[in-house]
């Protein structure tokens, strides 16, 4: 298991392993992978003023304003801060309330939810797959830490462009849900439609339309039935014909950004590629972090198709640099094959073809030969 870089303990050190450790009365404090509510800009300022002036960091109220300070890091996404800080929190979450206490758990998952948001992936699946089982032997099947936990596994393994796993973690989280809470149940509902990522990344379109068909064992509000209908028509595009979707999608674009990021796809698939850089533009306009990284990149293909070499070159090198995903991962390979493809139109056809058969190579090592990016990846060699 892998260390934290600020201390000695990890969730695979378990001193007693076979008791069940409980926080003492008195000393705990809110598990905190997430908060819902938001919270002032300054606060972050605020909690680390008043943590440089304590005298004892490690009592269980400075512990608490710690986890707070590491929670506001991961909601502004400073990642690189909110590792160091879990890092050198854990040591003393240990020491204060046990390796099995739900916050160190809980920092445990976070610092790994850091390393999966840097693009280190590697080092984040055997924290998550530990710190999961951990909560769930110690805390219960029903904590909802165990259950988020379970979900930043599967996230981490799509980082990792590990998509049979990510879809693994997901089967199973569905039915744990599903058996500790019921089959209609939110958790469930959610994990459900996470699967569908993965089984569109797998190219499984006949099993993602399945699970999209059924829209009760998916959604609970009208927004998720929008949702889920946008992404049936994209993946009746993916597997048919793209212009037929495309009415459909424009009835439901006002209800949501997803509706207009399906949109854009279903244009782009089209060739209609001007009018997804628009769309696309449009929606970045209020995004950030990984789901802003992810349309910036199909914006890079957009442009590059509809002839916009010097946004698409600009688009792909600003996600490039963010560093979220490995050097293999096909989001890592889509954004040199647009860059190839740019170089390709600026007169370098015989850099972009050494450049696209790397990226073919790339793209066969993680999906096989057959896959629609492979072939599609192909096809643009061949136009070289």
């Known amino acids: 298991m892998a260390r934290s870089s600020g201390g000695r303990h990890t969730p695979g050190e378990l001193p007693g392993a076979g008791t069940r450790t409980e926080p003492l009365e008195g000393q705990t404090v809110q598990v905190g992978l997430f908060r819902a509510k938001p919270e002032p800009a300054d606060e972050v300022a605020a909690l680390r003023a008043a943590l440089a002036k304590a005298r004892n960091p490690n009592c269980v109220p400075n512990l608490r304003r710690r986890l707070l300070l590491g ?21 003393a ?29 590697a080092e984040a699946i055997p924290v998550l797959a530990r710190t999961a089982e951990l909560f769930a032997e110690t805390w219960g099947a029903r904590q909802a830490a165990t259950f988020k936990t379970q979900l930043f596994l599967a996230e981490a393994y799509g980082v990792a462009a590990r998509y ?9 989280h569905v039915d744990y849900c599903a058996a500790e809470l019921g089959p209609a149940h939110s958790r469930t509902k959610a994990g459900r439609r996470q699967k569908i990522t993965a089984l569109r990344a ?28 946008g992404l049936r028509l994209v993946v009746q595009a993916e597997t048919g014909d793209p212009e037929a979707a495309i009415a459909s999608l424009r009835e439901l674009f006002e209800k949501g950004p997803l509706l207009r990021a399906c949109l854009a796809t279903v244009l782009l698939k089209a060739g209609q590629a001007a009018e997804a850089a628009d769309l696309l533009r449009e929606l970045l306009g209020g995004l950030r972090g990984r789901r802003a990284l992810v349309l910036r990149s199909v914006l890079a293909r957009a442009c590059v198709e509809s002839g916009n070499l010097d946004e698409a070159e600009r688009s792909a090198r600003t996600v490039l640099a963010a560093g979220a995903w490995p050097a293999g991962h096909p989001t890592v390979l889509g954004l ?25 190579a790339g793209l066969s090592a993680v999906f096989g030969e057959a896959h629609p990016r492979t072939v599609r990846a192909a096809r643009w060699l061949e136009e070289c």
């Open 202 to 229: 797998l190219a499984r379109y006949e099993a993602a339309e399945e699970l999209l068909s059924d829209e009760d064992a998916l959604c609970e509000t009208d927004e998720d039935r929008d949702a889920v209908r």
């Open 71 to 91: 929670q506001l890091l991961c909601k502004d996404e400073d990642w690189p801060a909110a590792e160091q800080h879990y890092a050198d929190l854990i040591p």
């Open 164 to 172: 049979e796993d990510a879809l693994a973690v997901l089967d199973a």
């Open 93 to 121: 979450l240990t020491d204060v309330f046990g390796p099995r206490g739900p916050n160190t758990l809980a920092a445990w998952a976070n610092l790994a939810l850091c390393q999966t948001a840097q693009g280190r992936p």
């Open 336 to 360: 040199r094959a647009t860059l190839a493809r740019a170089a390709a139109q600026r007169g370098d056809r015989s850099g972009a073809a050494e450049e696209l058969e790397s990226v073919v």
